[in-house]
């Protein structure tokens, strides 16, 4: 074996590192010296300090980009993770300074601690082609999420939401580590390029077959796929907004891009296909049904919501439907794809959390009721919100349309003949024009429904009315010139090789 | 080519945005002001259309004021933008609709800012449909233009309007995946998106040869892969147009939206699904079309027939005009399925394939003129009684409001098709160049002209003449700002009619380079 370089492995993890560092400055910090403060002081402080050092990993990351590849994937660094950890660091800062107006807790200090250390999990977990790297780190984000769900001691619904979620994952965590262990006994390495050259054969051995469902339904977990959604619904609605959002939003875009990583690497050549005349057994096929179901349970389920926060975590799941048709599809082009589609889905998720959360703060709940009229009281959140929305239902010119446009293009011409996977594709089209309907339904509430008589004005903190219009610019800017971020992420994509 | 010195059409199209936007920024406290803003917008857009048809070089009929840039590159998306005669009256039709389309809707009280944005935000959706040159914005402006639409109807319809909206929302939308699906298979094939490449793959027979290699699928022969392909697109026009029995949606709509919008919806909008057909499925889908010529226009003949029978039954104004759009867009049909008839490059029809196409040009702007005007005529009725505007609710106004049964019967006759008015030439030069091309069907679509005629006259004699209604005795007749707002779009008609060459001028080369398009 050959020996390793400390210093060089600590170069190689400086983003990671910096993360860390901040976070614990930012706890000492806050338990040494603001203890005794307001909560919104210590948010501030605490919230543009960890927003700093995120600044500083994503500086790291553009200044001194590093190009590695440690034992056999335990460590990666190439474009693509740079981008992937940008995306992620970004959304963690936007996440950061969306909690900024909140009171639900007065330890400030671990709230921003263990976002910190999720963060730095996410970033170890898309910087790993390795089965024990990428378990640990995703364990690390995993506990780190379930806290913060629970973060809100007073709320019943915050302890319900975090158990069930930890009741879930560590079932998922089982699953999934039950199939890492077979797939390590059937090609004795944990490398998913190595287990790919093992697992190269012309029929499915039954182990194999156990290994790639029980891989498939842990990681399914992750992204809130059917059938292992069950959590998404009580986590969105009950975890605090900002917890919420980040759930939603920075553990999507690292979830989507491991599963990826791990299908389309390390189960390279037992990929089966879905076509409708032929059935070839693999991992397309598991892919793809779980694809259909979380597209027709998301957006049939969605529809009879009455919370917001449910709404979106069946939009979610949703979502995660169609995102899977990227992973199927495992070519270059569709990841490119999927890589654009989850980050610009990740974008309007979290500025419609933050619109949830100003409204939440100040009329209780998430009910939909309490947005009726918003579009007069609120204009500014109001019509962000009405972006986001739009956006996630796929109306043009918003990032959402061209990310479905886009990613649906080349899931058809990632097989030689497009009509192969067309039924999958009709399937998410006609899905989508359903989940319209209650998308719509929503900004009828905000523009149309005449205001409840008895309801108290809502008061728009500036710093959220900044962050939102800002998140909605984006949007509707990556929208009209996806250019801007596709023309990085194919360049990222072709890099890697993937 | 005539180079302009700005992105002349981009800022056509962003034009009414900003409009829009200044209207939302307005709010709703000068109601006065807001309308007279929404008008002074689409004044502007129509002053700029006149600038364009000015500086349009007529002799050479092909793509003008061209703007190209590159977009998204791996998808084929280019912004490209230009117009030829057919866009260039396009736009023009349009820039004259939409202040009709204001005009009618002034006593609109509710919510009146949302509303009149809305109206600009269609007009925008128009301009960048009938400028697109690329499947991927145009289909953009395709869709989006069905948001202000539905809006318009849902917010300020009659009683039954969340059913005509959603009913006209969801028919459209069925129509759009076809079309999306059809346009995706052409680009998996030929990696473009753009209708001149389609076009010219299409010409030389390379289009659907490289579709079918790509779309082989068992059981399935190669033509009938071609066929379904085209068959995706039709979809999504036809229902558009509308093309009988896609049309169900229509009545509902037109009837149940506000009279204003309705002026939209028939002078505007419904000749987006005309020009669809004559951009984007004639020159791409030509030989396809070709092979199933008979049905086609067996709809187009369906379409004209029905559609006025179906008029001649009904009572509501708005539901009788509603059908009668139908009828009118049908003659169009009927001259596009005519040019596309297999010759065998007999010199003398390719004549008559000219004026085929010409007519259907002049009938698509004629029928948006009228049809707007009849409606607007139907909501200053509407105003004055309140909402009524059944056959039945009215007789003998010609004694109170002699001004106003003047100038409704000059529209009413033009759309029946009076030498001398606008409505006849159009419809004159389809039959004309139809009649030799499908003799039968064209002598079918006659009987289309007849049954027009009569209820028109119906009209005429059952609200204007007769005797006179008593509850109507203190009927005013049309006041001085509305005969000043009427008289350019009644002299218009008049123009057109006595000069068609105002017109023709202008399309005249397109239509003969659309024909000379098809090498049989």
Known sequence: MTPINYSELLQLALPQVIVVVTALVVMAIDLIALRKRAIRIRFTVASALASLGCAAAILQILVHPAQANIFDGMLIANPLTHFVQIALLVLTIFTLLISVDSRFTEHVGEFVLLILIATAGMMFLVGSQDLLVIFISLELLSLSLYILAAFNKRSGQSWEAALKYFLFGGMSAAFLLFGFSLLYGLSNSTSLTRIAGALHGPSLNPLLVIAIVTTALGLGFKIAAAPFHFWAPDVYQGAPAPSAAFIASGSKVASFFVFFQVMALGFAGVNGTVTLSHLVRGWVPVLALMATLSMLLGNLVAIRQTSLRRLLAYSAIAHAGYMLLGILAHTQQSLAALLYYVVTYAFATLGAFAVIAVVEEQRGDDRLSHFDGLGKQAPILSFSLAIFILSLAGIPPLAGFFGKFYLFVTVLAATPNPVDLLWLVVLAIAMSAVSLYYYLRVLKRVYVTPPAIDCNAIHSPAVTQILVLALAAAVILLGCAPNLLLKWIDSAVQASGL | ?520
């Open chain 2, 1 to 520: 080519m005539t180079s302009f010195p700005i992105p002349v059409l981009s800022i056509l199209t962003a034009l009414p945005v900003v409009g829009a936007i200044a209207l939302l920024a307005l709010g709703n406290r000068n109601k006065n002001l807001v309308r007279w803003t929404a008008l002074a917008f689409s004044l502007a857009a129509l002053v700029l259309t006149l600038i364009l048809w000015s500086h349009f070089d007529t002799i050479s009929g092909a793509l003008q004021f061209q703007e190209r840039n590159t977009w998204v590159a791996p998808l084929g998306a280019e912004y490209h933008v230009a117009i030829d005669g057919l866009g260039l009256l396009m736009l023009l039709l349009s820039s004259i609709v939409v202040p009709i389309g204001i005009f009618a809707s002034w006593q609109i009280q509710d919510r009146v800012p949302l509303y009149f944005s809305l109206v600009l935000l269609l007009q925008a959706c128009l301009f960048g449909t009938f400028t697109a040159l690329n499947f991927f914005h145009w289909f953009i402006f395709w869709e989006l233009s069905l948001i202000p639409a539905f809006f318009l109807i849902r917010l300020w319809g009659g009683a039954n309007r969340t059913k005509a909206a959603t009913q006209f929302l969801v028919y459209t939308m069925v129509g759009s995946i076809g079309l999306l699906l059809s346009f995706l298979a052409l680009f998996l094939a030929t990696r473009t998106f753009d209708f001149a490449d389609l076009a010219t793959l299409a010409q030389h027979g390379q289009l659907m040869p490289a579709v079918i290699d790509k779309l082989a699928w068992r059981h399935v022969t190669p033509d009938h892969v071609a066929i379904i392909v085209f068959t995706g697109a039709f979809l999504g026009f036809a229902v558009k147009v509308p093309l009988f029995p896609f049309h169900t949606w229509l009545p509902s709509a037109y009837s149940e939206a506000p009279t204003g919008t309705t002026i939209l919806l028939t002078g505007a909008m419904s000749k987006m699904g005309v020009y669809g057909f004559l951009r984007i499925l004639l020159p791409i889908f030509w030989p396809q079309m070709q092979v199933v010529l008979t049905p086609l226009l067996w709809l187009a003949v369906a379409t004209i027939i029905f559609s006025a029978y179906a008029a001649l039954a009904q009572r509501d104004l708005k539901r009788i005009f509603a059908y009668s759009s139908i009828n009118h867009l049908g003659y169009c049909l009927l001259a596009i399925f005519a040019v596309i008839k297999f010759t065998g490059g007999d010199a003398a029809l390719t004549g008559e394939k000219y004026a085929a196409m010409n007519g259907a040009f002049l009938q698509m702007f004629n029928h948006g003129l009228t049809a707007a005007t009849l409606f607007w005529f139907v909501a200053i009725l509407e105003k004055r009684t309140g909402g009524l505007r059944s056959l039945d609710d009215f007789g003998g106004l010609r004694k109170v409001a002699p001004v106003f049964t003047g100038l409704m019967g000059i529209a009413l006759f033009s759309s029946l098709g009076l030498p001398g008015l606008n409505g006849f030439i159009g419809e004159f030069l389809i039959f004309k160049g139809s009649f030799p091309l499908v003799p039968w069907a064209t002598s079918l679509a006659v009987l289309g002209l007849l049954t027009t005629a009569v209820f028109t006259l119906g009209i005429l004699q059952r609200v204007f003449y007769g005797p006179l209604n008593s509850q109507w005795i203190s009927f005013p007749d049309l006041t001085t700002r509305e005969r000043l707002a009427l008289a350019p779009a009644i002299g218009l008609m008049f123009a057109l009619g006595l000069y068609p060459q105002l017109v023709l001028a202008v399309v005249n080369n397109t239509a003969i380079q659309m024909v000379e398009h098809f090498k049989f």
